[in-house]
């Protein structure tokens, strides 16, 4: 069975600092990977995805993810940090034992960006 | 040019009443989902429709019951509104779910429904 463990529940950063979130899968296929991000009282959007092209993968707003299998992670990086990134995040694998396109989130990670 | 909407953006109910959540999106696409995040921000699907036919159903109360219309449209129905269904509800759609290739789920802003 697939799942997605995110290490973190709260990450605290300086604005123009470096984010990192971490995510570890479990997965018994080759994974599609996804980090979503939900901003306050909004629907969540997409942030990038990993559908075993390039194992690093860059995203919108400058966030970019690295697929490292020997290490199941797909942790979650920016170079610097913006007050409009104050979000929660969460780290998604596609069921991939059928066609239904069934997400399965992790627990989320709330970032916090401090000015 | 709402891509995903969902009405009505909070319901506040009392234990026991019935009530419906819309979801419509414009995207052309063939599969639906409802997800439900509960107080702690856990994400967890409940249903999806592709193209009005049902494909994935988790173990929900049967309280929850979806309707597809259309593909368009995928509204929630939820009888004898209990305290733990307090959540937010949200709609996505995708690209069918059968054809080949990644399908990125798009989502709709939410439902905040709270029960009394």
């Known amino acids: 069975a697939q799942s997605v463990t995110q290490l973190d529940s709260h990450v605290s950063v300086s604005e123009g600092t470096p984010v990192l979130l971490r995510c570890n899968y479990s997965s018994s296929y080759s994974p599609s990977l996804f980090w979503y991000v939900q901003h306050p009282n909004k629907g969540l959007q997409l942030l990038l995805k990993?559908?075993?092209?390039?194992?690093l993968v860059k995203g919108i707003n400058g966030f970019e993810a690295e697929f490292k299998k020997s290490e199941t992670s797909f942790h979650l990086t920016k170079p610097s940090a913006h007050m409009s990134d104050a979000a929660e995040y969460f780290c998604?694998?596609?069921?991939?034992?059928?066609?239904?396109?069934?997400?399965?989130f992790g627990q989320g990670t709330t970032l916090q960006v401090k000015p | 040019d709402t891509a995903v909407s969902q009405t009505p953006k909070y319901l506040v109910t009392q234990m026991g009443n019935d009530k419906s959540i819309k979801c419509e999106q414009n995207?052309?696409?063939?599969?639906m989902y409802w997800y439900k995040q509960d107080s702690k921000k856990f994400l967890k699907i409940m249903f999806s429709?592709?193209?009005?036919?049902?494909?994935i159903n988790e173990t929900v109360p049967n309280r929850f019951s979806p309707k597809s219309p259309d593909k368009a449209h995928l509204n929630l129905h939820i009888n004898s509104l209990e305290l733990g269904d307090s959540a937010v509800y949200f709609c996505?759609?995708?690209?069918?779910?059968?054809?080949?290739?990644?399908?990125?789920?798009?989502f709709g802003p939410g439902t905040r429904l709270t029960v009394l």
């Open positions: 996505a759609s995708s690209r069918s779910t059968l054809l080949a290739g990644d399908n990125e789920q798009f």
């Open positions: 995207l052309g696409h063939d599969t």
């Open positions: 990993y559908t075993s092209a390039a194992t």
């Open positions: 998604v694998v596609r069921h991939g034992s059928s066609n239904t396109g069934k997400l399965i």
């Open positions: 429709y592709n193209n009005k036919e049902l494909i």
